[in-house]
């Protein structure tokens, strides 16, 4: 029986947030890294449920999409979920707090209208960034955002900002700098064993 697999593209993007969760869980998984006439072969088998990636393939050759939902699948099989209901559903709620960030980088990003498009930047940057970030340090009282414990809250947060205005790269982002809970934070994800070996060796590209 082979092992997990993971679909995406050779980016970052959405499919980073599951690599990320598959580290910080200690699960192997073959990082399969599709696009061009490969990916539209895949596509074509049916295989993927949306037709789109990421999705991901378990041992018993079961399959699974939307990035979210196979991240939380992935902590659950590997111990990184809140074990109480309501620390799980603020570990939710933190979620969609990030996947409402993510929502607005991807209107600005395919934004055709120059104008429009930096009209969302200063937007974003200005305005809906820091009153988001405000937000979650109000919700960070401990090391993590649920308890003393890695959740898969954690790792949405420090992959998209890691992702977006870090660049993939492994010094804080700048946005952060103005809360230092959120700094301390953000260092505490990058040096949990398996997340920092998998930041070591993940291929660089440019989303």
Request: net charge negative; proline share 6%.
């Amino acid at each position: 029986m082979s092992g997990y697999k993971l679909y995406y593209f050779p980016a970052r993007g959405r499919g980073e947030a599951c690599r990320l969760s598959f580290a910080a869980a200690n699960i192997e998984f073959e990082d399969v890294r599709l696009e061009g006439d490969a990916w539209a072969k895949e596509k074509a088998s049916g295989r993927p449920p949306f037709g789109q990636m990421p999705f991901m393939v378990t041992p018993e050759g079961k399959v699974l999409a939307q990035s979210a939902t196979m991240m939380k699948y992935i902590c659950k099989k590997g111990g990184l979920c809140p074990g109480d209901d309501y620390d799980e559903g603020v570990a939710d709620m933190i979620c969609d707090g990030v996947t409402d960030l993510w929502n607005a980088i991807i209107k600005m990003y395919y934004e055709k209208d120059e104008t429009k498009k930096e009209e969302l930047s200063k937007e974003f940057n200005g305005t809906t960034l820091p009153a988001r970030l405000e937000n979650f340090n109000a919700l960070l009282k401990s090391p993590f955002f649920v308890g003393d414990k890695l959740t898969y809250a954690d790792i949405m947060f420090f992959d998209f900002f890691n992702n977006f205005p870090g660049k993939g790269k492994l010094e804080v982002p700048e946005q952060l700098s103005k809360f230092p809970k959120l700094v301390e934070h953000y260092k505490q994800v990058c040096d949990v064993p398996g997340i920092k070996a998998w930041l070591g060796k993940r291929p660089e590209t440019e989303h």
